[in-house]
């Protein structure tokens, strides 16, 4: 649809919204890939990663406006879908997050471009406490450009059908208020300028602040495994020249994901049995070699977006 309009002299701008009232986007279908992993080869799952991941490359050089509108829920898939637009509009009811590593799993959608080019560590906090956060924090991160009131969306996209669209959404915008993430960042930068985990949670712990210490509690109950890649994936990712390498390299690390055993095990404890209770392996430090060889190059058909945007 995208590349159709790309096109069309008709398309001036293009509006992205959630269908319904409780949010833009709660996610992918995690259920799907789980049922993919148990019982399928992969295929399915990276066939609808393939098409997710240039489609956000897509909504990233698309030529003209796109305007996203995160009002309620806004996760994993849904940042994937609104935050590399050209127009980010979120409101008061807005709660943004990436929840992946609570279900063994990484940020993907080109998050991890986003996330670790946000200010000092907030980032990488977000990252690893599968945080959600509100408009302020939000815009603060990097993931929106402006605060809108929900009740004045109507009048947004009313107006976008005849004026011109950053015109539009300064003229509707309003003062977010303080950012929660900015006050913390002396502590935040501090705990998470470190590229090991377990240093992490030790220098949270340390700290003797409230809200680092529920860091730390956040952090300790999600995969090991998990975490460590997500860790290397945002220290790779502030590598990288352009978001078409993130999501490449977020693709093979995806598909690795799908087949290791703490993704399975997530949703099964999270979604599919909610107990709550996951069994992590290994339940602590995961060596070196395991982590980076997530990155290796795949044997199967690569992303390709660095290849095809460069040429």
Not at 137 to 150: F, K, M, N, P, T
Not at 229 to 247: F, G, I, K, N, P
Not at 275 to 298: C, I, K, S, Y
Request: hydrophobic share 45%; proline share 3%; net charge negative.
């Amino acid at each position: 649809t995208l590349a159709q309009w790309a096109t069309d002299d008709s398309v001036a701008t293009v509006a992205i919204v959630g269908a319904g009232e409780r949010g833009l986007c709660a996610g992918g279908d995690i259920v799907s890939l789980y049922n993919d992993a148990i019982s399928g080869d992969g295929a399915t799952s990276a066939a609808f990663w393939f098409d997710e991941y240039h489609l956000n490359a897509e909504i990233a050089r698309f030529p003209k406006p796109i305007v996203t509108v995160q009002d309620g829920i806004v996760l994993g898939g849904g940042i994937g879908i609104s935050a590399h637009a050209s127009h980010r509009v979120v409101t008061e009811r807005g709660r943004l997050g990436l929840p992946e590593v609570g279900i063994g799993f990484v940020p993907d959608v080109g998050a991890t471009w986003l996330l670790s080019r946000a200010p000092g560590e907030i980032g990488t906090f977000l990252a690893l406490t599968a945080a959600s956060v509100g408009a302020a924090d939000a815009i603060e991160v990097g993931l929106s450009d402006v605060y809108i009131r929900s009740e004045r969306i109507a009048n947004l996209l009313a107006a976008l059908e005849t004026t011109d669209a950053g015109e539009t959404v300064m003229l509707l915008s309003e003062d977010q208020g303080e950012a929660p993430l900015r006050a913390a960042r002396s502590w935040i930068d501090e705990a998470f300028a470190t590229d090991d985990v377990d240093e992490i949670i030790s220098r949270l712990r340390a700290s003797g602040i409230a809200e680092a210490g529920q860091a730390a509690d956040a952090i300790v109950a999600k995969s090991p495994t998990a975490l460590a890649v997500t860790r290397e994936s945002l220290r790779r990712a502030a590598q990288l020249s352009s978001l078409e390498e993130a999501l490449d390299q977020e693709y093979r690390v995806s598909l690795r994901m799908l087949k290791a055993h703490d993704f399975t095990e997530g949703v099964r404890a999270q979604v599919i049995d909610k107990d709550r209770n996951p069994r992590w392996e290994p339940a602590g430090a995961v060596e070196t070699a395991v982590v980076t060889a997530f990155f290796d190059p795949l044997d199967v058909r690569e992303l390709g977006l660095a290849a095809r945007t460069a040429t």
